[in-house]
T-cell receptor, first 116, second 114 residues
Framework: AQTVTQSQPEMSVQEAETVTLSCTYD???????LFWYKQPPSRQMILVIR??????QNATENRFSVNFQKAAKSFSLKISDSQLGDAAMYFC?????????????FGKGTKLSVKP | DTAVSQTPKYLVTQMGNDKSIKCEQN?????MYWYKQDSKKFLKIMFS???????INETVPNRFSPKSPDKAHLNLHINSLELGDSAVYFC?????????????FGEGSRLTVL
C-alpha cells in the first residue's frame, strides 16, 4: 500500500522569506500523481500544485515550486516570497494513475505559520 | 456559484441519531467522493462514485451509506451516530477521463456528535 509521510508537523517562516515543506512517499507504481493541497482556517481544500510522475521537469505555479526526486520518492514544496495568506495546513498527497483514480492518499499535514 | 457545495456546513447532534450530509457539484464531473478528516486533521477517502456507480468503498462501518441520485449529487447518510463519527466530511468531484488527477473539494461539513 502507498504511504505519504510529512515529517514536519509545524513550520514557521518570516514574511517575504522562502520555506520548504518536506514530503516522502512509498509506492511500487511507476505512474502516479503527486499534489500539494492547502487548507486555510476556512477549511477549504485548495490545490496548490500538481506533478505527474512521468514528467522530469519540476512543476511551478507562481511562488510555489516543487523538487520532485522520483528515485528518492521525495516531493518537497518551496514557497518563495512568503505572504501572510500562505499560513495554512499543507497536505502532500499521492494518487495512482488510472485504476482507482481519485483515491488520494494524504500525509498528516504541515502547519505553516507566517510571521509579519 | 460554488463548484462543489455541501450542506449543512455544521451539524451538532446526539449519539444514536441518524443524519445526512448533501453534496452537489455543478462542474459536470462524472465522479464524486466522500473524504473524512479526523480531529488530528488526517484525511482519508471513504467512498467514490462514478456515474452513480460505487467504485471505491474503503473500510467504513455499515452505518455510513452513500447515495447518488444522479451524477451531480452524492449524499452521505449516517445511522446510529457514535462519538467517533465526529469529524469534518469533505465531498469532492473529478472528471474520470481527465489526465490531471485533480479533485475539487467542497468546504467541508463539520459533524459533532454529543
Amino acid at each position: 500500500a502507498q504511504t505519504v509521510t510529512q515529517s514536519q508537523p509545524e513550520m514557521s517562516v518570516q514574511e517575504a522569506e522562502t520555506v520548504t515543506l518536506s514530503c516522502t512517499y512509498d509506492t511500487s507504481e511507476s505512474d502516479y500523481y503527486l499534489f500539494w493541497y492547502k487548507q486555510p482556517p476556512s477549511r477549504q481544500m485548495i490545490l496548490v500544485i500538481r506533478q505527474e510522475a512521468y514528467k522530469q521537469q519540476n512543476a511551478t505555479e507562481n511562488r510555489f515550486s516543487v523538487n520532485f526526486q522520483k528515485a528518492a520518492k521525495s516531493f518537497s514544496l518551496k514557497i518563495s516570497d512568503s505572504q501572510l495568506g500562505d499560513a495554512a495546513m499543507y497536505f502532500c498527497a499521492y494518487m495512482n494513475y488510472g485504476g482507482s483514480q481519485g483515491n488520494l492518499i494524504f500525509g498528516k499535514g504541515t502547519k505553516l505559520s507566517v510571521k509579519p | 456559484d460554488t463548484a462543489v457545495s455541501q450542506t449543512p456546513k455544521y451539524l451538532v447532534t446526539q449519539m444514536g441519531n441518524d443524519k445526512s450530509i448533501k453534496c452537489e457539484q455543478n462542474l459536470g464531473h462524472d465522479t464524486m467522493y466522500w473524504y473524512k478528516q479526523d480531529s488530528k486533521k488526517f484525511l482519508k477517502i471513504m467512498f467514490s462514485y462514478n456515474n452513480k456507480e460505487l467504485i471505491i468503498n474503503e473500510t467504513v462501518p455499515n452505518r455510513f451509506s452513500p447515495k447518488s441520485p444522479d451524477k451531480a449529487h452524492l449524499n452521505l447518510h449516517i445511522n446510529s451516530l457514535e462519538l467517533g463519527d465526529s469529524a469534518v466530511y469533505f465531498c469532492a468531484s473529478s472528471q474520470h477521463s481527465s489526465n490531471t488527477g485533480e479533485l475539487f473539494f467542497g468546504e467541508g461539513s463539520r459533524l459533532t456528535v454529543l
